[in-house]
């Protein structure tokens, strides 16, 4: 059975690891480096799970399979009032062993469900690396669309990948 909730500060361990695979096997998919994320201490992803006074909004969602953590999803709210009105959309990843079962889509629907109930919050935005055609059509099907292409995003040795950037209008008649 999935279950898909907020992590906790509890869940640092699963989490840290699940995102430190992610990195390792899709290096093209994230900006942050497996090499660079390893050598932070567990204590930072027990931060990034926490509630925070200083970012009540932000959360990390998991999707559990017997109790183990198989796909993570998190959304950051920027703080300054000029921007309060987005949230991005990051560290989207589910198990290899796991994908085609509907576990990302889960994951997604209940991301977006969760930011519609943030005060004030009126898009998500995310960056999906633009050859990434299965992650593209999540998103597309999820009601996010393209508005840009950032050429050579990343470059992971010596390869560049570009990466597409979306937007998810949460406002609006067809926002629920």
Same mark, same amino acid.
């Given at each position: 059975m999935l279950e898909v909730r907020q992590l906790t500060n509890k869940d640092a361990l699963a989490y840290h690891e699940l995102r430190l695979r992610g990195l390792r096997e899709h290096p093209e998919a994230f900006t942050s480096s497996f090499e660079e994320e390893s050598r932070k201490p567990l204590v930072w992803a027990e931060k990034r799970l926490a509630h925070s006074a200083e970012a009540p909004y932000n959360f990390v /969602?998991?999707?559990?399979?017997?109790a183990r953590l198989i796909g993570i999803v998190g959304v950051s709210v920027e703080p300054r009032?000029?921007?309060r009105h987005k949230g991005t959309v990051f560290g989207m990843y589910v198990a290899p062993e796991h994908a085609g079962r509907?576990?990302?889509q889960r994951l997604l629907t209940a991301c977006i469900q969760r930011a519609r109930g943030i005060p004030g919050l009126e898009q /998500?935005?995310?960056t999906v690396t633009d050859s990434n055609a299965r992650a593209k059509t999540l998103?597309?099907?999820a009601g996010f669309r393209a508005f840009g292409l950032e050429q050579d995003a990343i470059k992971v040795g010596e390869q560049y990948f570009h990466k597409c950037h979306m937007t998810l209008d949460l406002r609006g008649a067809d926002a629920g």
């Open positions: /969602l998991g999707a559990l399979a017997d009032a000029k921007i509907g576990v990302g /998500l935005q995310l998103y597309e099907k």
